[in-house]
């Protein structure tokens, strides 16, 4: 088994219901959902397994990311504290409904002490 295999079957033991459908390709991923689950990945520090949904789905979302990229390079003035503050309070939302979407009690509470540790 691969690490990225290894890491990709941790992954699914900790996520919950919609993701796992998600990641399975029982229902269709969004871009937003892409963008959440490529943050959750990195943080939980599964990096074989982010590399492996990166070249899973970037071509579904070249258009996105494409247009994201197009964006960022048309900003010349350093981000707004406000634009950095929401960005933040979104991925600390994405962690904690992460967590309180995990399987059960117990991966529930081993998860957010992962993310209260970072």
Known sequence: MHR??????????????????????????????????????????????????????????????????FSCERITAPLDMTEYEEDIRKQEQWLTEFCSNAPNQGVQEYLRNVVNRN
């Open 4 to 69: 990225e295999d290894i890491e990709q079957f941790a992954f699914l033991y900790l996520c919950g219901t919609r993701d796992r459908r998600l990641l399975l390709g029982r229902e269709k991923m969004s871009f937003a959902d892409f963008d959440r689950l490529i943050y959750i990945t990195a943080f939980l520090g599964l990096l074989h397994y982010n590399l492996k949904m990166w070249n899973q789905y970037s071509v579904q979302f070249q258009s996105q990311l494409e247009a994201l990229n």
